[in-house]
């Protein structure tokens, strides 16, 4: 089953089968059959796609954040970092953030607020 999917529809990641059926709610054999019962290529290529990538929130790539959460939480980082400059040029002249975490003088950017 493994090695037909492999060769025969270059799926190079497979999870454990218990993964997989967490992901495509199939067994890797449906899965199979339903992949062979599509005739043509381009079918058996949207097959493929629609089961690992069209499921919608929480399915595919784990651990990977939509893009306007991920621009928000850069943008809090620079917000973040700008303060510390803010406060490092008014109490500290000449602190950057390597010889502020040397001299122990913040455990965290939070401890300037």
Request: aromatic share 12%; no cysteine.
């Amino acid at each position: 089953m493994i090695r037909k999917l492999i060769e025969d529809y270059k799926i190079t990641f497979l999870p454990s089968e218990s993964k997989f059926y967490k992901m495509t709610k199939l067994s890797r054999s449906e899965f199979v059959k339903q992949l062979e019962s599509k005739t043509t290529k381009d079918q058996q290529e949207q097959f493929i796609f629609d089961t690992f990538y069209a499921q919608g929130k929480g399915m595919g790539r784990r651990g990977v954040m939509d893009v306007e959460r991920a621009n928000r939480e850069v943008q809090k980082k620079i917000e973040e970092k700008e303060k510390f400059f803010k406060f490092a040029d008014k109490f500290a002249k000449g602190l950057d953030l390597r010889s502020g975490g040397k001299i122990g003088g913040f455990a965290s950017l939070k401890d300037l607020v």
